[in-house]
Structures are given as C-alpha cells and as structure tokens.
C-alpha cells in the first residue's frame, strides 16, 4: 500500500513565478491536510480538505494560496507570486477519517520550495 | 491561542542513556497527543498517540509517554537509547470535539543525536 506522495520533491521558482505542490493521499483516504515547516521552526497548519470542499483554511495565508482537493486527482496547493518568503518545506498528510475518531495523519515525504 | 512548547531544542546523548523530551501545551480543553518523529531523509512517522484512557502510552521502538492533565505535559521516554534514535522528534496537539477541523498543532521539534 503506497504512503502518501508528494511531488515534486524539490521545486525552485524564481519570484513572482507560480508554484504548484501536488498530494495524492493514501489509498482509501478522503481527508487532507497541508502544513508548512519553515528554517528552524515546526510545521504550522494550513489548510485541511475533504473531496471537493475545504473544511478549514485558517492557516492559509489571506492573499496568493490556495488548495483544492478535487472529486478525482491529487490535492493541489497553489502558491501564486512566490515571494523569497515562501522558501519552505510543504508537507501533505491524509487520514481516512477526521482526527477526532482517533485516527493518525501519515505524512508525505514534502517538497522543498525555494524561491530566488 | 493554542500553542506547543518543547523547551529542548537540541539534546546530546551516548548510547544506553536514558531520554525525556519534554512537551507541554497551553490549551485547557480536552486534547488529543501525538508524538512524530523524523528520521534523517524520511517523512514524519508517528511514533504514539493519546486520546483517551491510560494515560501512559507505548509507542513503537520503545517509546512511551505520560499524558499528566494538571501539568498540561505529554513528555516522550525511552529508558535507553540507540545511536538509530538519531532524529528530529515533534510534540503535537489537536482538540478533541467532534467534526470540524483537526488540525495538529505542532512544537518546534527536537533534535536529538545520539552518539555511538
């Protein structure tokens, strides 16, 4: 059973470039979630989706992210504009149900964003 | 707002020590505890979780961790361990209530090297 993939692994854009992260969750599972881990700090929150609907985006920066999770095909996170800011590690994580039936999130692998 | 402190940034161990990483969350409700670690290259793996009842968890490899409510502490424990524990070891937190968000609130990480 393959964990959840991410691609691309590493992705450089320069500024003012768009920036498209893909997730394809586990097999079997209909709940996504998108967390951002900036140099020396934890992973934050950003977004959290089910098929076709956001659940919670309140981690998600107001202006130039977005995500989307459609009916078939991976998650997406799109950044627009990228900003040398944006430089981070994405990582995507998915669980069959919501965490408040006792299941884990299993976490991909990430993709490295940098911006020049 | 709710937040994750691991106060250990860095921790330096030899072989067959024993380990405490300490975790303590700020959130007064009921929570749900996780810890992940991240093995050099490799994605985050749970290592244990708590949501309800004894309030000492076994994990995998080892690890266990106390959940004490009036601390507001989840700390992680191996009595002993190997040079392969080498990681980056992350405390995290949900709420726990039905439906909405579930959302992991993560520490900052520690990072812990465990010499031969």
């Keep these: 059973n393959a964990g959840v993939m991410q691609n691309p692994r590493h992705l450089v854009r320069r ?23 900036l140099p020396e700090e934890g992973l934050k929150f950003m977004v959290y989706l089910q098929k076709e609907n956001i ?11 977005s995500a989307e999770f459609p009916k078939e ?18 990582f995507c994580a998915s669980s069959p149900e919501g965490l408040a039936v006792g299941n884990e999130q299993f976490f991909g692998p990430g993709t490295r964003l940098t911006v020049l | ?27 007064g409700g009921t929570v749900n505890l996780f810890w992940y670690v991240q093995y050099p290259g490799q994605h985050l793996q749970l290592l244990l979780k708590y949501f309800s009842g004894d309030p ?7 690890f266990e961790a106390e959940f004490i409510k009036s601390k507001f502490s989840f700390n992680l424990r191996k009595p002993s361990v190997q040079w392969s524990d080498t990681a980056e070891y992350f405390c ?9 968000t579930n959302k992991l609130i993560f520490g900052t990480g520690t990072l812990l090297a465990v010499q031969p």
């Design chain 1, 15 to 37: 500024r003012g470039q768009e920036a498209r992260l893909r997730c394809s969750p586990m097999k079997g599972h209909s709940h996504v979630y998108w967390y951002r881990q």
């Design chain 1, 55 to 65: 659940i919670d985006e309140s981690g998600m920066p107001k202006e130039r992210f």
């Design chain 1, 73 to 90: 095909g991976p998650s997406i996170l799109r950044i627009q504009q990228v900003v040398r800011g944006d430089s981070a590690a994405y």
């Design chain 2, 1 to 27: 707002a709710q937040s994750v402190s691991q106060h250990n940034h860095h921790v330096i161990l030899s072989e067959a020590a024993s380990l405490e990483l300490g975790c303590n969350y700020s959130y």
């Design chain 2, 56 to 62: 000492l968890v076994k994990g995998i490899k080892g």
């Design chain 2, 92 to 100: 995290a937190v949900t709420r726990s209530y039905g439906g909405a």
